[in-house]
Each structure stands twice: as structure tokens, then as C-alpha cells.
């Protein structure tokens, strides 16, 4: 479809949920970076990373959020790691939905072959949801262990 539709946070779009406050509150957060869980999926320990700053993509962060933003990755894929049971920490950068710029890390459960690389993303959606609360559970445990590893 050309031209295509606005996404969440353009002109003509939806509002942006993270501005707007609609999104799931963070469970985590700095001076660049909040962190949430998702709402609706199936794999608990996945949540995504925001910027403060309301920028579309990484040529367009503050320079200090794109200096900070491989040191903090990696503190959330330790501690997605710490809650057991994980395989890898898979990230993506879609951005086909809100304008605003996140990340989603998915922890691909440990042993699951037939969800390695691309696959992960169509068996996130494919697998029965487990309820919002157990995956706001989880990305809380992926904050303290973040909070303790900093101690
Ligand atoms: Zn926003």
C-alpha cells in the first residue's frame, strides 16, 4: 500500500503509546532508557526498550543514549539470561508499528532449536499467551536482577 499508512505517534496516526502513557508502565528505567513488559504474548522474560527522547530510530537518538545503548542491552540480555531456562537473547529492531524508537528483547527458550534465529519471532506469536501479569512478573525479575548485577 503506497503511500502507507501513518504509524503510532506520526501525524494522522494513532497517538504514541509510550508518550501518552498507555503502554505498559516501565519497569525499569535511566536517564535514556525505560524498559517494559509486553501486554499479549507468550514468552515471559521479553520485554522492550525504549529511548526517552521521542525519536524514530537510532540515526536519531541523542548521542548519549546511542553511546549507552549497547552497555544497557547487554545488562538486560544478563539479566533475561539470570532468570534460567534461556537459550540466547534474540533482539530486534522492528519499527513497522509505533514511530517511537524501542527494541524487543525475546528470550528463546533453552533447547528449542526449531525457534532459532528468524523462526523465534512466528513461534512468539504462534504459541498460546500466557497472562499480561505473569510477563509484567517476569520483565520485574529482569529489572531486579538488573538492579542487583549494578549493586
Ligand atoms: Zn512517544
Do not use: K
Request: net charge negative; charged share 20%; proline share 11%.
Amino acid at each position: 500500500m503506497i503511500p502507507e499508512p501513518p504509524r503510532r505517534g506520526e501525524p494522522g496516526g494513532e497517538p504514541c503509546g509510550i508518550c501518552t502513557g498507555e503502554a505498559a508502565p516501565p519497569v525499569w528505567s535511566d536517564e535514556n532508557w525505560t524498559l517494559h513488559p509486553p501486554v499479549g504474548g507468550s514468552l515471559p522474560g521479553t520485554v522492550w526498550l525504549a529511548s526517552r527522547a521521542h525519536v524514530d530510530s537510532f540515526s536519531d537518538l541523542p548521542e548519549v543514549a546511542a553511546a549507552a545503548f549497547g552497555v544497557v542491552i547487554a545488562r538486560v540480555e544478563r539479566a533475561i539470561l539470570s532468570l534460567g531456562d534461556v537459550g540466547r537473547v534474540h533482539l530486534y529492531r522492528w519499527g513497522d508499528g509505533g514511530a517511537h524508537f524501542h527494541v524487543w528483547l525475546v528470550p528463546r527458550p533453552l533447547g528449542m532449536l526449531e525457534a532459532r534465529g528468524p523462526m523465534l519471532p512466528l513461534w512468539e506469536t504462534v504459541l498460546p499467551n500466557v497472562p499480561d501479569e505473569e510477563l509484567a512478573q517476569a520483565a520485574r525479575r529482569v529489572a531486579a536482577a538488573m538492579e542487583a548485577a549494578a549493586a
